[in-house]
């Protein structure tokens, strides 16, 4: 009798045992922390630079770095949040900003082994007579896709208060860090497409209301730029940069 029972037993046991869980990086909505770097650790610190040539009037401007199709630039408060969505407006937007000429002569861009794999700590120098010479910090992260291109760009005003990690985290390693480039579905899929009104954006949107800012800026990414933009100019420069501190 035992013997006939082991059979329908252990067939109720493999019915019972749970499925397994999906792999949450196997998917186009992939997170960006998915990701492993494809290159070499030089590659990321060298394009992470080479973004702040295409606004240095000390260097070759018109180089375009490895920008993927739908590259994103989101910079924090003071400044204008979503500032280029897609290839041909973030190159755009690269060239406008040479109506604001500058030098960035100091620069720290390092690789790191995790997403964002590009960091950087800057400070611009502005050529016009009113702020030349008055330094403006700035902390910026860079998301690539496997194939090596910028996928987010993510940038913050390098001042007390501003940034997304404590101050004894100072290349925002910790756990302790609030950066948006990491919540948006897709940039962990291999080629760190957005799918903008899919299914998991959605879902992201309706959790964090930062990821359904950025969803509801995108779609209509000029017209909320040019409206931050009128809402912020009067003093966006004198707190991103510090300059009213320094008066």
Not at 213 to 242: I, K, L, S
């Amino acid at each position: 009798m035992k013997r006939l029972l082991a059979a329908p037993l252990l067939l109720l046991a493999a019915c019972a045992a749970p499925s397994p869980e999906p792999d949450p990086c196997d998917g186009d909505d992939a997170l960006s922390t998915c990701l492993s770097p494809t290159m070499d650790p030089e590659y990321y610190a060298r394009w992470s630079s080479g973004y702040f040539d295409t606004m240095d009037t000390a260097a070759d401007r018109d180089i375009v770095p490895p920008y993927s199709e739908l590259v994103a630039r989101w910079e924090w408060w003071p400044w204008l949040k979503l500032t280029a969505y897609g290839f041909d407006n973030i190159v755009a937007t690269d060239q406008l900003l040479r109506f604001y000429p500058s030098t960035i002569p100091q620069r720290d861009c390092r690789f790191f082994d995790q997403q964002p794999f590009g960091r950087c700590r800057v400070v611009f120098y502005y050529e016009d007579e009113a702020h030349q010479g008055r330094g403006c910090p700035i902390y910026e992260e860079f998301t690539f896709s496997d194939a090596g291109e910028i996928t987010w760009i993510e940038a913050w005003s390098d001042l007390p208060g501003f940034l997304p990690m404590p101050a004894d985290d100072p290349w925002a390693e910790g756990e302790q860090v609030s950066r948006l480039s990491t919540r948006i579905p897709g940039l962990g899929s291999a080629d760190g497409r957005i799918d903008l009104n899919g299914e998991a954006m959605n879902a992201a949107a309706a959790s964090d209301e930062e990821v359904a800012d950025f969803q509801a800026r995108a779609n209509d990414w000029y017209a909320t730029w040019a409206a931050e933009q009128e809402a912020n100019r009067a003093f966006m420069w004198d707190v991103g940069c510090g300059w009213t501190e320094q008066e």
